[in-house]
């Protein structure tokens, strides 16, 4: 019978049965119990007994070390330093909750409504929260921080007026005021309040996005000029803006009864990354004029015999939009090249200021349209843009019903532009600035201002139902008493 090595249950190391903890009861006694023998099969009886008196635990501990194993003295003493260390850490104590049964956890981690207030407990599980994502929330702090530097600093405007990051500073904005008084007599409050409107206007757009704008005092101008072409003069101006932004490459012109209806709309974005489709060379798409085109002299190049010049976007050097009239140059962009600087030159010409100013009615854009039908030249670099596209046309120009889509204003497509043009011939000018001032404030508001706008909407039609509702139910009873009043003086007049 082989006999086990497990340590003994005791504290002193021996077993309870006598048998293997002490000698048997034959007259011989020992101080100390031994451990049981088998040597070649002969069993040591109770008439031999150990001369050393090695006990059960040290023997075994023996063999243990023997055989490479830590003693249980060993083991024990490490797992008691161990839990001498854990007990001496903090210990969280939290009420158990009746939401979760795990004897271990006790609650930790979890927001316990019986701990604290509501308040407190969302306190620390936003705290909680906030720690955990330290990192991110750090990040998207910092992320916040520089987009306000951006927009509340001039690193914005710098971004923006930047040639090879926002490109404003490629774009001229021309505006013809007469902020001296009138050119041909003095302005009214009238004439004044559309002035300042549209200065305005066109001041918060170039902001906006950087573009420069040039505000040009016709009034000054007709002083001291040496010569005064009423209407020619927008030529000369150009020429002169050219000359100042030399960095610039477009230079927009803009007649002052004009107002920007979608400020939110860049140039580049609206227009000119997408020249080539946004824009036709061809007149025959639309031809009021019924000009001859393309010219078909054989000593000409092919891009002049071509209806669609060359095709190449980099060589439009003039858009023009065309109303139902022909050219209109009420909104028009050129482009800084010497082909521009050839055209203007011929375009100033005094000689035809001279000969054909009385015949020409429409004076620059007669001019124009005569260079475009007998220059070849001057076709390949021309281009012309939907009429909408910046120059829409109100009500009562090109027709009272305003109902052309090609050529009016539009609310449901969000026009870029509104060009009151004529309106000082018979029209109200000041009326139609302020009305269309007002839709753009309406169409351009922000989520907050749209929001207000509907609870004060809502609440007035609240009311004027309610008046409606008041004014029936005093009708009603108006009706009544007149039918009251008649049948008594009827009944008066039966008995007399």
């Keep these: 019978m082989s006999l086990s090595r497990t340590p003994s249950p005791q504290p002193g190391g021996g077993w309870h049965s006598p048998g293997l903890t002490s000698l048997p009861t034959n007259g011989a006694s020992s101080s100390t119990s031994s451990s049981p023998r088998f040597h070649g099969g002969d069993h040591m009886n109770g008439a031999a007994a150990s001369s050393s008196n090695v006990t059960w635990a040290s023997a075994q501990a023996r063999s243990a070390a023997v055989k490479g194993h830590p003693s249980h003295s060993q083991t024990q003493g490490f797992f008691q330093r161990f839990r001498r260390l854990s007990t001496s850490l ?15 956890k006790l609650g930790r981690g979890r927001w316990n409504p019986d701990n604290g207030n509501s308040l407190q407990n969302l306190f620390r599980m936003m705290r909680r929260i906030v720690w955990r994502a330290r990192l991110r929330f750090a990040l998207a702090v910092a992320f916040l921080l520089l987009v306000l530097v951006f927009y509340a600093t001039p690193l914005h ?12 500073s490629k774009f001229v904005v021309i505006l013809a005021a007469n902020l001296g008084g009138g050119v041909m007599e003095w302005k009214g409050p009238r004439e004044w309040a559309i002035e300042r409107d549209s200065v305005r206007n066109k001041k918060r757009y170039v902001k906006r996005w950087g573009y420069e704008l040039e505000i040009v005092d016709m009034s000054i101008k007709k002083k001291y000029a040496h010569e005064w072409r009423e209407s020619w003069e927008k030529v000369d101006t150009i020429r002169n803006a050219m000359r100042k932004y030399p960095h610039a490459e477009w230079f927009w012109w803009l007649d002052l009864n004009t107002f920007i209806m979608e400020p939110s709309y860049s140039l580049q974005s609206h227009l000119f990354n997408s020249l080539g489709s946004s824009t036709y060379r061809d007149v025959n798409l639309y031809n009021p004029l019924n000009i001859t085109h393309p010219p078909t002299a054989e000593y000409l190049d092919p891009a002049s015999r071509s209806a669609a ?35 203007m030159d011929l375009w100033w010409d005094p000689v035809w200021y001279e000969q054909k100013h009385m015949e020409w009615e429409h004076k620059e854009q007669d001019a124009l349209e005569y260079l475009y039908r007998n220059q070849p030249w001057v076709r390949p670099h021309v281009a012309f843009v939907p009429q909408r596209t910046i120059n829409s046309f109100p009500p009562g120009a090109c ?36 009305n269309y001032r007002q839709l753009s404030n309406r169409l351009n508001r922000s989520w907050w201002e749209k929001f207000k ?24 009873g108006t009706e009544s008493e007149k039918g009251d009043e008649e049948k008594s003086e009827r009944d008066k007049h039966e008995g007399t």
């Excluded at 903090?90 to 271990?104: G, I, L, N, Q």
């Excluded at 027709?399 to 011939?425: K, S, T």
């Design 90 to 104: 903090p210990r969280f104590s939290h009420p158990a909750s009746s939401h979760y049964a795990e004897k271990e």
């Design 157 to 168: 405007a710098f971004y923006q007026r930047t040639s090879f990051l926002g490109g404003g």
């Design 309 to 343: 010049g060359d095709g190449d976007p980099a060589s439009i050097n003039l858009l023009v939009p065309q109303d139902c009239s022909g050219f209109n140059l009420g909104s028009f962009f050129v482009r800084r090249s010497s082909w521009s600087d050839r055209l």
């Design 399 to 434: 027709g009272d019903a305003g109902d052309d889509p090609r050529i009016h204003y539009q609310e449901r497509d969000r026009d870029f532009l509104v060009n009151m043009a004529g309106c000082e011939w018979g029209r109200d000018c000041w009326g139609e600035m302020y």
């Design 453 to 476: 706008d509907g609870i004060s909407e809502t609440w007035q039609s609240m009311w004027k139902t309610k008046a409606k509702e008041e004014e029936v139910v005093q009708e009603g």
